[in-house]
């Protein structure tokens, strides 16, 4: 495959984003795979911010609303660059032969690579709150454990993704695109959004 993908690849992508202090705000131009591993992990890191904000108590219900249509049209957004990265990697792969008994995964290559972009948020921030001496000892020693169990759970994980990666590039094993179907952000899929434009202002039953 010419994307040169690889968990260990990824990981780092990942962590080389978060030391940047202007991210998520601006956009990394990237190319190939790689357009949409970028544009996942930025999806990813808004959401992260916007669903820290949407907790807020101190400011108006207004606010706090503009938060959650934000995180809407967010996380409609990573996952279609989910699937965008996907079906990338399904062409690439499609010019391999697939041998009789492969295995089918139940989880693709996007959606690992997803999960990895939000472990990578979990350990950027758990170590933040690691080191945060003015949150006392206890606070500081129980993040540190959290961040500990965190590594692991990634480590597990860029396993997994490269075993899937390896046997998807020898025929051996494959995945493919299901489409996630947010059904409540089609406006012609959720009822409370199509009730309102047929003017009944309420859910069909």
Same mark, same amino acid.
């Given at each position: ?44 890191? /808004? ?99 959290? /961040? ?58």
């Amino acid at each position: 495959m010419d994307s040169n993908i690889d968990a260990a690849s990824v990981a780092a992508f990942h962590d080389r984003q978060l030391r940047n202090p202007d991210w998520p705000v601006f956009d990394d131009a990237q190319s190939g795979c790689w357009t949409w591993v970028a544009a996942n992990h930025r999806y990813n890191g /808004l959401l992260w911010r916007e669903e820290d904000r949407a907790r807020r108590l101190d400011v108006p219900p207004a606010e706090i609303a503009a938060s959650k249509r934000l995180i809407d049209r967010y996380n409609q957004k990573r996952n279609d660059a989910v699937e965008a990265l996907d079906e990338r990697l399904l062409v690439e792969l499609g010019r391999v032969g697939r041998q009789s008994g492969a295995r089918l995964s139940s989880e693709t290559a996007g959606a690992m690579i997803d999960r990895l972009s939000i472990i990578a948020l979990k350990i950027h921030h758990m170590r933040a709150q690691a080191q945060r001496e003015e949150a006392g000892a206890d606070h500081m020693h129980a993040c540190a454990c959290k /961040l500990e169990r965190l590594a692991a759970q990634r480590q597990d994980l860029l396993s997994c993704l490269d075993s899937l990666l390896h046997e998807a590039r020898e025929g051996r094993a494959f995945f493919k695109v299901y489409r996630q179907f947010k059904m409540y952000n089609d406006p012609s899929l959720n009822p409370w959004l199509y009730g309102q434009a047929q003017g009944t202002g309420k859910a069909a039953p």
